[in-house]
Structures are given as C-alpha cells and as structure tokens.
C-alpha cells in the first residue's frame, strides 16, 4: 500500500531554505500518514530531501524534523524549550511538568521524582503491589484462551496505576474510554461542535480532572494514609514556591495518561513478540523456572535479565512516544545546517530507536543486543525514553513492571502447559502517533 500523502500535493518548497515534504492534505496536513505509516514517511522523506525536512502537523503547524543524530542531543541543549508541546496540546498538556522549562521544570519535577527512583518504588513497596495483580490478570487470560492484547494490556495499566495512586478501581471500562477520548485532544481538528473529538476531548478532561480534585481533597483530608496520591499531595504541599492544585491536578492527570497508553503499548508488543518467536519464550520460559516467583524489588531485577533485555528489545523496536516537539530559542547549528531561533522543530525517536548509525542490523530483533553487552546502559541505548531535563520519570517503574509481566506470563502458562499464539495480522492497523501501539484488532491465543 502506498503512503497516505496527498498525490495533488506535489510541488516541492522551501521554508527557511529547508524542503517541505511534498503530499500534504489541507487541515491535517501529513497527519494521515504520520499515523498511520511514520517509519516510511521518515524514510522516503530522508531518501527524497535530506536529513532536514519539514512535516506538516496540521492544526499544530509545520515542524522541522531533522534525522541527523545530533538532533538528539537537543533535548539536552539549553537554547532549546518544551514550551511548544502546550502550544500543540494545550487542553491536555497545560502546566503539566512535560512543557515546562527550566526554574518551572525544575520546580514541579522535583516535587514528584523522589517516589518513581528505584529507592522510593521500593519503600513504597510497588513491586508487591502490582506483582498480585498482574499475576490475576495472566490467569484469567489463561482461563479465557484467547484475548484482544492490547485492550487486555491498556486494562492492567490503568488498574496498576490505580493500585499505584492507591484509588480503588472502580468502574475501568469508564476511565478507558475517557483516556481515549481525552486523547484524541493532541490532534482534534479546532471545530468545537458536539460529537466531534475536540468537544469530546475537552468533556472527558473535566471528568477525569474532577475525579482527581476529589482524590486531592479527599488525602489532604487524611493525610496520614499512604499512597501515591497522598505522598505527591503532601510533597506539593511543602514544595519551596507556591503550586497551585490546577498544577497538581494537571500533573497527576499527566502521570495517569504518560504511564498508561505507553507502557500498555509496550506490554502488548513484548506478548506480540513472544507469540511470533518461539525461540524467545523458551528463553523466558527456562529463565522464569530459574528464578521461580515474580520480583518485587528492584534489586531482584538483575537476576532476570532475559526479562529485561525483552523489555529493551521490544521498546527499541517499539518504541511507544515516537516524536518529540520542541522549539528553539536561539539560532542552532544542526548537523551541516544553521537553524533559525523560532524554529519548531520534531525530534523523530522512532527513526534513532531502529537507525543503523546506532545498532547493528536495527530490524532484526536480538535480545543477544543487551544479553552480551559488557558496559552499563547509556543514554542513548534508553532514548526511546528521551533525555535530558525531561527524561522520562516512569523508566524505572516501567522496567519493573514489564520484567514482573514478563516473568507471571512465563510462570502462569507453562504452568498450564501453553504457550502465546499470534491469531491476527501485526502489519495492519498499527498506530505511531499521539502514542505508537499495536492494532486494537491483534488477538493473542494460549494454547
Ligand atoms: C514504555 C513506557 C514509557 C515510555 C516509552 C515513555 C517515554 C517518555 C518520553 C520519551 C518522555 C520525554 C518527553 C519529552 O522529553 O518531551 C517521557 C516523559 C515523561 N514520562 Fe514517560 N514513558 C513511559 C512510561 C511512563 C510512566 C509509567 C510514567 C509514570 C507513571 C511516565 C511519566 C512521565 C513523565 C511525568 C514525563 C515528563 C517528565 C518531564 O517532563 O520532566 N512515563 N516519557
């Protein structure tokens, strides 16, 4: 199938002496394919125009992408800001700690990243709580013989984030199809009319915002509880500056949705991934009997590191957040061009995840990638996770989280005698923006 670009669309531009990618439709632009088809887009735009390119984001405007892998190291550079990712999102992303620069960041960051280091994940005793509960929820895709994986996957998500914020999770179907709408507010077209996903967007933030004042009321009501919600209420309570509860609520709204969607993604593809290679479950498989229960500390992880290097594979093949916007303050030398102080700019972490400037044959997947390597993990070698001031805060959790998954899923169907099946097609229907997952449609047998 060809690319969804425009085919009236053919003439080729120049914005700041940097070719705009021919095939965009009005409104939204390369959006179609930028959805659908990003790994192509990157490639064909690449192979036809250079390392510098602009893509048209529709409602959020033209972004110079660039694949030059010095683009990477922007997110690091002081020249460039976040602020764009409120301008594009403002509904969903205002005041949350993801676009915000310096003092601000710094400020709102500090207040929360003390609890998702390995140290606070371990004294909070998450490992113990999420271990029960993945562990129900690989059995009864056991007993059941066949799921919808990433629906299957989004559901344990959102109940181990609740379990995390310590809220009981009452009524899951109704929050899912709220992230759902509320996530379509990253690319609703600006038309405000009932029914259409601007409208829609807008109602399910309110809801889930109303949800969380009351949880922040409700644990500066009991301050004394544990959990989450109530160690974040009172580190924002004692925090140097003044920060209002619309940046509270923004934040735990942004926590909610950043460790969901994403880490959901990723659960689905490793399950993908184990079903489509034998080879890879005996490995888990035989691991799993060695260590024999799912770890609960981050200090057990080291003793599953087929779990891990799993988890990294996948993501690097995966990865869940494939662009990230940014704008730059001043003039920038990037690569072999000078980029002018204004200009927003798209690092594109999907193409740096699979470039072969970075990995040895990038397509294939090897788990022998991280099960042979000598030296510790660089930055680089966790981009799909960003870096810099902005890297993300949920790495160790997820880590913990997909390695406790991985080792359940082993335990639970050998003990049953079956093994992951792949019952749908994997090509049709992926996604790779807002957020990159698998299609909706994959089914996944046990048998
Ligand atoms: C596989 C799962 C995940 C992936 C691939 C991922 C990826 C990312 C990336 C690329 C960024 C950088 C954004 C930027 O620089 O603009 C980020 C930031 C962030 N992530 Fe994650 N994330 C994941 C899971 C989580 C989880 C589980 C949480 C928390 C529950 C979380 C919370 C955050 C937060 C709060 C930020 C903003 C940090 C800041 O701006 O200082 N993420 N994530």
């Known amino acids: 199938m060809d690319i969804l670009l425009n085919p009236l669309n053919r003439r080729h531009r120049l914005r700041s002496d940097i070719p705009v990618m021919p095939g965009a439709f009005p409104l939204v632009g390369h959006l179609p394919a930028i959805v659908c088809d990003l790994p192509r887009l990157l490639q064909r735009a690449e192979r036809t125009l250079g390392s510098h390119f602009w893509l048209d984001f ?32 403002p509904e969903l992303l205002g005041g949350t700690l993801v676009a915000l620069d310096g003092g601000a960041h710094r400020q709102a960051r500090d207040a929360i990243k003390a609890a998702f280091l390995p140290k606070g994940l371990t004294q909070a005793g998450i490992g113990d709580l999420f271990a029960p509960v993945i562990q129900a929820r690989v059995q009864a895709w056991r007993a059941r013989g066949e799921v919808p994986i990433l629906r299957e996957t989004g559901n344990l998500m ?3 984030i609740f379990s995390l914020m310590g809220i009981p999770a009452q009524d899951l179907p109704g929050w899912h199809r709220k992230y759902r709408q509320l996530l379509q507010l990253i690319i609703a077209p600006p ?11 807008r109602s399910a933030r309110d809801w889930i915002d109303a949800q969380l004042r009351r949880f922040v009321r409700d644990a500066r ?4 509880r544990t959990g989450f919600i109530n160690d974040m209420v009172s580190a924002f309570d004692s925090s140097d500056g003044p920060l209002s509860d619309d940046v509270l609520v923004a934040n735990i709204r942004l926590l909610l949705l950043a460790g969901h969607d994403t880490t959901a993604s990723t ?23 060695r260590v024999g229960a799912v770890p609960t500390r981050h200090a057990d992880l080291a003793q599953c590191p087929v779990a891990e290097a799993l988890f990294r594979e996948t993501l690097r093949l995966h990865p869940a957040t494939t662009l990230l916007p940014r704008r730059a303050l001043q003039e920038l030398q990037l690569g072999q061009r000078r980029i002018p102080a204004g200009t927003h700019l798209c690092i594109p972490l999907l193409h740096f995840s699979t470039s072969a400037l970075l990995h040895e044959a990038p397509d294939q ?12 993990v660089r930055p680089v070698d966790m981009l799909q996770f960003g870096t810099g001031p902005h890297v993300c805060i949920g790495y160790h959790l997820v880590w913990l989280e997909m390695v406790q998954f991985c080792i359940a899923l082993a335990l639970t169907m050998h003990k049953a005698g079956v093994r992951p099946q792949l019952l749908s097609d994997v090509e049709k229907g992926r996604r790779y923006y807002p957020t990159a997952h698998p299609s909706m449609a994959i089914r996944i047998g046990f048998s």
């Not at 038309?191 to 967007?201: A, M, N, S, W």
């Not at 997947?365 to 510790?376: I, S, Y």
């Open 58 to 89: 529709g409602p959020a405007g033209h972004l110079m992408t660039c694949v030059d892998p010095d683009a990477f190291s922007l997110l690091k550079h002081k020249d460039v800001s976040s602020a764009l990712i409120e301008e594009i999102a």
């Open 365 to 376: 997947f090897r788990l022998a990638r991280w099960l042979l390597r000598t030296e510790p």
């Open 267 to 289: 659960m689905a593809w490793i399950v993908i991934e184990l079903a489509r290679q034998p080879v890879l479950w005996d490995a888990l498989v035989e691991e799993a009997q």
């Open 191 to 201: 038309v405000d009319l009932p029914g259409l996903p601007l409208r829609r967007g």
């Open 158 to 160: 959102l109940k181990l």
């Open 221 to 224: 009501a009991h301050a004394a």
